[in-house]
Every structure is written in C-alpha cells, then in structure tokens.
C-alpha cells in the first residue's frame, strides 16, 4: 500500500534500522524501544493484521516465526516475548502486520 508507513519502511523509503531482510519480510528495531531488545517482523506484502492472515497469507507467517527463531539465536536471545497487536483496543496503533520481539528485562503477565 503505498501510504502505509511500514510498507515504505519495507521499501526503503523510510530510513529504519535493519535487523534482517530477505524477500519475504523485513526486521528492524522499534524507534520506542519497550526492552533492551525491541524489534519488529514484517511481511513485506501489505497484510492489515492478525485478523487479515488467511490460507493464502499464512505461509509468510510461518516464515516469519521461523526468522524470528534463527535472528534470536544469532543475537544470543533465549528469552523473549513474541507480540502482535491486533486493533486499537488491542494496542496497534500502525496498521500492517507486525511482530514486536523483546528481551532483556523480566516480563510481567499479564500484559497490560
Ligand atoms: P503497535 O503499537 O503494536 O501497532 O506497534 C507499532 C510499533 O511501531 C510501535 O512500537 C512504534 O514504536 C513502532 N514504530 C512506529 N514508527 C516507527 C518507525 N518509523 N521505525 C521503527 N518503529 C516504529
Ligand atoms: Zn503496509
């Protein structure tokens, strides 16, 4: 979409810090950071939310989870949180799909 702020970021035409890239998603750390380790996961295709996956999107999902297992343990991350906000009741204030990853600091539960 082209005025979807995380779909420019996925272009590149919004500066952001990379995590990981490949042709399928996108990794970069989150500008407000809520742990030592906050990162965001993003499908390069424009999905809305949890609630837009559907048959057809899902594999990119599943790559993403994958990704989000490998760039953890490249870090040296064993403990960490795997989010998505889905709707403003929920929290999500941008969107597009994406997976908040934090570490570094206990957690507490439930989530606010
Ligand atoms: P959510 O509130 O769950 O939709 O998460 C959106 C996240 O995107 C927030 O944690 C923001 O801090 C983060 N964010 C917003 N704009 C940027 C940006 N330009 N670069 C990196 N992270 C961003
Ligand atoms: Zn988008």
Redesign the pocket.
């Known amino acids: 979409m082209s005025d979807c ?2 779909c420019k ?1 996925a272009r590149g035409e ?4 990379k995590v990981y890239e490949d042709e399928l998603c996108y990794a ?7 742990a030592p380790v ?1 990162f ?1 996961v993003i499908p390069k295709a424009h999905i809305a939310s949890c609630g837009a996956i559907d048959a057809e999107n899902a594999p990119v999902v599943a790559h993403i989870f994958q990704v989000i297992s490998q760039v953890t343990k490249e870090m040296g991350v064993t403990d960490f949180r795997v ?3 889905c709707g403003p009741q ?6 597009h799909l ?1 997976f ?1 990853v934090l570490s570094g600091r206990d957690m507490t539960w439930p989530p606010g």
């Open positions: 702020l995380f970021i919004i500066p952001s810090k970069f750390y989150d500008i407000d950071p809520q906050h965001l989010v998505s906000n929920a929290g999500q204030s941008v969107p994406h908040h």
